[in-house]
């Protein structure tokens, strides 16, 4: 299984990135998928998940309206549009695939993360 | 939604046990069998060490361990080894609308 994150930078507050996460080794729509946050030097903290169809989405409250989660089963890929960029918003970011489809059971397998500097 | 609470700190020599806490609400740890350990070294990505409160994924040393009583979870490391000083998150599924909710993190270091 790998997970492999990109589209990370440096970014002015008020500004947009498109994160990407390409995977392989599993059957990437069988799972729901997510991004897991770390600001420097703090904890985790998770920030978004979709199910494995797409259909379902949810975020933590500090981003909704800013940022929005997606994923292409054809290609493996997930993705994490963020708008309105703020410094808060600096943390290297986790793509993870979680235990199951459809509800949080717990991330197996994780990415190597990819930073993400909101700054002017 | 709060995160959980955790101690910032945990310790214990070689071949010692260590037992960490994570204290949630009905919500949260509580209200669902879905308790996470993580893992993680410095500069490293998390590592998934108990899921579903106590069950270990493949290639995690039976050394760790994973209970829950009430609103409180706790991960307990018997035999340390100093490999396993790391950061050490707890998380939970908190309903439809939180898939995860992780505690403050504890930082283990083997004396």
């Known amino acids: 299984v790998q997970l492999v994150e990109s589209g990370g930078g440096l970014v002015q507050p008020g500004g947009s990135l498109r994160l990407s996460c390409a995977v392989s080794g599993f059957t990437f729509s069988t799972f729901a998928m997510g991004w897991v946050r770390q600001a420097p030097g703090k904890g985790l903290e998770w920030v978004s998940a979709?199910?494995?169809?797409?259909?379902?989405?949810y975020y933590t409250e500090s981003v909704k309206g800013r940022f929005t989660i997606s994923r292409d089963n054809s290609k493996n890929t997930l993705y994490l549009q963020m708008n309105s960029l703020r410094a808060e918003d600096t943390a290297v970011y986790y793509c993870?695939?979680?235990?199951?489809?459809?509800?949080?059971?717990?991330?197996?397998?994780w990415g190597q993360g990819t930073l993400v500097i909101v700054s002017s | 939604q709060s995160a959980l609470t955790q101690p910032p700190s945990a310790s214990g020599s070689p071949g010692q046990s260590v037992t960490i806490s994570c204290t949630g609400t009905s919500s949260d740890v509580g209200g669902y069998p879905y308790v996470s350990w993580y893992q993680q070294h410095p500069g490293k990505a998390p590592k998934l060490m108990i899921y579903?409160?106590?069950k270990r994924p493949s290639g995690v040393p039976d050394r760790f361990s994973g209970f829950k009583f009430g609103n409180t979870a706790s991960l307990t490391v018997s035999g340390l080894q100093a490999e396993d000083e790391a950061d050490y998150y707890c998380s939970s599924y908190a309903g439809s609308n939180t898939w995860a909710v992780f505690g403050g993190g504890t930082k283990l270091t083997v004396l």
């Open positions: 979709i199910s494995g169809t797409g259909s379902s989405t």
């Open positions: 579903e409160v106590s």
């Open positions: 993870a695939k979680d235990r199951s489809a459809v509800s949080g059971k717990g991330f197996d397998y």
